[in-house]
């Protein structure tokens, strides 16, 4: 009982001194309550940048997973049209009959060229062409959603989907004509005259900055594939965030009669070549946090510290009326404990403020990246995503660390004659 009576009464008084001392709580418990918000934010931030990568990868390049000729994602940076699915129908067949949404693609390069009027100017780029099944592609890639201008395909047609920023870029309208030089399955070159239906703009800007969609039959005929194609894509309910099952897609793929000749691409797979760069990245920002984190507790340490050292005359009276070295430390401890809680709360006020301001609205830099290649498929505007984890364990650490800090000045004015203490101002 009496263990419990002092420790409300160190309790009280400890609360009776943060009131008194108004301005100096206020200024280290904002201190604390500042350096959480930051580690929160920033790792929000890191999150979502990350998680958005994949998700436009996802969206709109690669699927869940796909499935591909042998061979043919080695050499997908030359496009061959030699390392195909030749029986593509068969393939989808086995795919509906398994109950796995897919879409076949034929994934070609060539060279854009406009012509003055009703272009402004002649010129030619570079560009990636996908032909794309015009009722099963939406099923998997989020492509027809984002026209902005014009509409989406329609089979047998000779139109064209081109991204807002290369429309930008070329002065481009729907209904623009439009030429592709490039080469058929057999290496001969081709001309394919198309018309623009429509202008699409995503949240993956190397899609809108270097490809364009039309109908996978005008693809089949231009290229003269017989029906074949480059790979087939597919949509797999996950199961966690990033971790599709592919268990049932590789059983159908084994059940197929070439499934020799056929190769399973995994997420992890088909996005290996940036697998490097996100690791890099993704130490950088352990570095950043970790440094952030000590920026932190070197603020919340001289705070603590300079609250301390400056009542040192306090402590010399309280020890000449008889207060003993431990009750000092464990009155400091309480003080400490009581603004490393007040910072906390603040703390998790301004980290849900900023992350809602993240997660709802963000922060564009869009007009800053513009012609600004990058490896991650970011749009240019930083969210963020909510992290109960980090908030969490970031105020208990930063209310221990306040606590902790407390106890070593306080050691080192204890080690000091009572009078020497009380002759300080």
Do not use: C
Not at 216 to 225: H, I, P, T, V
Not at 280 to 302: D, E, H, W
């Amino acid at each position: 009982m009496a263990a419990r009576t002092r420790v409300r009464f160190y309790a009280r008084l400890a609360i009776k001194n943060l009131a008194r001392y108004k301005k100096r709580t206020a200024v280290t418990a904002s201190a604390i309550a500042l350096g959480v918000m930051m580690v929160v934010g920033l790792d929000s931030m890191f999150q979502d940048f990350f998680a958005s990568s994949d998700r436009n990868y996802k969206w709109y390049e690669v699927g869940s997973a796909a499935v591909a000729g042998r061979g043919y994602w080695d050499e997908k940076d030359r496009y061959p049209l030699d390392t195909v699915i030749d029986d593509a129908a068969g393939v989808l067949a086995t795919l509906d009959n398994a109950g796995i949404t897919a879409a076949p693609r034929i994934d070609f390069r060539g060279e854009l060229i406009v012509r003055y009027d009703p272009f402004p100017e002649d010129g030619s780029v570079n560009v990636v062409l996908q032909g794309v099944d015009v009722e099963r592609d939406p099923d998997v890639f989020r492509i027809a959603e984002s026209v902005e201008n014009g509409r989406y395909l329609r089979p047998d047609e000779d139109g064209a989907l081109i991204g807002g920023w290369l429309a930008d870029r070329l002065g481009a309208e729907v209904g623009y004509p439009i030429t592709v030089t490039t080469r058929t399955r057999d290496g001969f070159h081709q001309l394919m005259d198309l018309e623009i239906v429509g202008i699409f703009r995503t949240s993956n800007p190397t899609v809108d900055r270097t490809t364009i969609f039309l109908p996978l039959e005008a693809a089949n005929y231009y290229l003269e594939m017989d029906g074949a194609v480059t790979r087939i894509v597919v949509s797999l309910p996950e199961r966690l965030p990033g971790r599709a099952d592919l268990t049932p897609f590789r059983d159908a793929i084994s059940r197929h009669p070439e499934a020799d000749r056929l190769e399973v691409l995994d997420f992890a797979t088909l996005t290996a070549e940036f697998a490097d760069v996100v690791e890099i990245t993704n130490g950088f920002s352990q570095l950043m946090l970790m440094l952030l984190a000590v920026i932190a507790i070197v603020g919340i340490s001289n705070t603590m510290l300079m609250a301390v050292m400056e009542r040192e005359r306090e402590i010399g009276m309280l020890r000449a009326l008889g207060m003993r070295n431990r009750e000092i430390k464990t009155l400091f401890a309480f003080e400490a404990a009581g603004i490393g809680v007040l910072g906390a709360i603040g703390g998790v006020v301004l980290s849900a403020l900023f992350v809602w301001f993240l997660v709802e609205i963000g922060i564009d830099y869009g007009p800053l990246m513009e012609g600004i290649e990058l490896d991650y498929r970011w749009d240019g505007v930083l969210r963020g995503v909510w992290n109960p984890g980090t908030m969490i364990a970031s105020t208990v650490f930063a209310a221990f660390v306040a606590g902790v800090v407390s106890v070593l000045p306080t050691r080192r004015i204890l080690k000091r004659q009572v009078s020497e203490s009380l002759r300080r101002a």
